[in-house]
């Protein structure tokens, strides 16, 4: 089944604990973005990955690292977490770039206490 | 500065009936629109898609009418079904193949009462 998958589901993590969220497809796409969704602002990008090794940032790229050594996997990271980076996050990949149609994970709902 | 706005955050329509769904957009470069349909806890789901060189494009029950001049598309849902209540977005792109990024809507949630 083609799909994109992310873990983990939920989080509840405290400000400065470091942590990754997995993201992995299996359409062998080439682009791969992550996006975080707040209340009355919908969903804004935070980077994306044209291909291996070729990352770049997006709108609300601050705070958070990724990076793209798999064709399949594209991991964000959070450093030193705060509380407002608190969201839920989704991960998209299509095959060619946002004119294409994107495929999304179930989502991620993290906390920041 | 959103440059896509949705104005609207919440829709109620009876069932059978027509849902419109607005979306504006501020920049002149965008040529390309999408909207995507979300379920609570499922992520975004492509539903239908629109080049400007068009102004009109179906897919069953769903048309998505766009007016550049206007900087303004529409969601068409007829008739509406009780299963299509979910939040939709509206999100602008580029339609070079290298299109990088995708702009959402803060999107509206579309309730079809039975």
């Known amino acids: 089944e083609a799909q994109v998958t992310q873990n983990p589901r939920y989080l509840i993590t405290v400000t400065g604990k470091k942590l990754t969220v997995t993201c992995s497809q299996n359409m062998n796409h080439e682009y791969m973005s992550w996006y975080r969704q707040d209340p009355g602002l919908g969903l804004r990008q935070i980077y994306y990955s044209m291909n291996v090794e070729v990352t770049d940032k997006g709108d609300v790229p601050e705070g958070y690292k990724v990076s793209r050594k798999e064709k399949r996997n594209f991991p964000l990271i959070l450093e030193s977490p705060s509380p407002n980076q608190t969201s839920l996050y989704f991960c998209?990949?299509?095959?060619?770039?946002?004119?294409?149609?994107?495929?999304f994970g179930p989502g991620t709902r993290l906390t920041v206490l | 500065d959103q440059q896509v706005k949705q104005n609207s955050p919440s829709l109620s329509v009876q069932e059978g009936r027509i849902s419109i769904l607005n979306c504006d957009y501020t920049?002149?470069?965008?040529?390309?629109f999408l909207w995507y349909k979300k379920y609570p806890a499922e992520g975004p789901t492509f539903l239908i898609s629109i080049s400007s060189i068009k102004d009109k494009n179906e897919d069953g029950r769903f048309t998505v009418f766009l007016n550049k001049s206007a900087k303004h598309l529409s969601l068409h849902i007829v008739p509406s079904q009780p299963g299509d209540s979910a939040v939709y977005f509206c999100?602008?792109?580029?339609?070079?193949?290298?299109?990088?990024?995708?702009?959402f809507g803060s999107g509206t949630q579309l309730t079809v009462l039975p």
């Open positions: 998209a990949s299509s095959y060619s770039g946002t004119a294409t149609r994107q495929f």
């Open positions: 920049n002149s470069m965008f040529d390309y």
């Open positions: 999100a602008a792109s580029f339609s070079s193949g290298s299109a990088r990024q995708l702009t």
